[in-house]
């Protein structure tokens, strides 16, 4: 029992001396990344038309369908504001010991994951993302199955930047 010596200490610690988050200056992702969520909605919002205009062929009648286009109208300017906004809201920093990820306008969510927790970086990219010229960086720590955090709407060059920085962060034994 005695095997924790004279060495073992448990200070408590000052909560105001410690670095806020908040104050992080945050880099955006680009803005062609709008440009993909537009598209995304805008292929989601032509199926829903399409299933809506085989609904009034077969069963509808005027007064339902012109309800429900209203509503899927309003449903898709207020996805278009949306994704305006979730745009401005996205923001990602490195620290000297951590990565910190802020999205969300209505709901905030800021994700901080130390370095010492990071098991691999990796660069995806799909169809959209290759024919607008970005990438998502995806960070993964250990127990997870799935990426911690995902840095959507990144120029590659960036991406490939950040990955290998953070390859050597993870490296090192330092943090």
Do not use: C
Not at 92 to 100: P, Q, S
Request: net charge positive; proline share 2%.
């Amino acid at each position: 029992m005695d095997s924790l010596g004279k060495d073992f200490s448990n200070d408590q610690i000052d909560l105001a001396s410690l670095p806020k988050y908040e104050s992080v200056v945050y880099s955006s992702v680009s803005s062609t990344y709008l440009i993909k969520m537009n598209i995304q909605t805008g292929i989601f919002m032509l199926v829903l038309f399409t299933i809506l205009g085989v609904l009034w062929f077969f069963q509808l009648n005027q007064w339902q369908t012109g309800i429900l286009l209203a509503v899927v109208i309003a449903a898709f300017i207020f996805r278009f504001w949306n994704n305006y906004k979730l745009l401005q809201s996205l923001g990602y920093a490195v620290r000297e010991k951590d990565i910190v990820y802020k999205r969300g306008f209505i709901f905030n969510k800021t994700t901080i994951v130390p370095f010492n927790r990071v098991q691999h970086v990796s660069i995806s990219r799909g169809v959209w993302d290759k024919i607008l010229g970005i990438s998502n960086l995806n960070i993964f720590t250990a127990g997870g199955s799935g990426s911690d955090i995902t840095i959507p709407g990144l120029d590659p060059k960036m991406a490939l930047q950040l990955k290998e920085a953070l390859a050597v962060k993870i490296s090192k034994d330092e943090f």
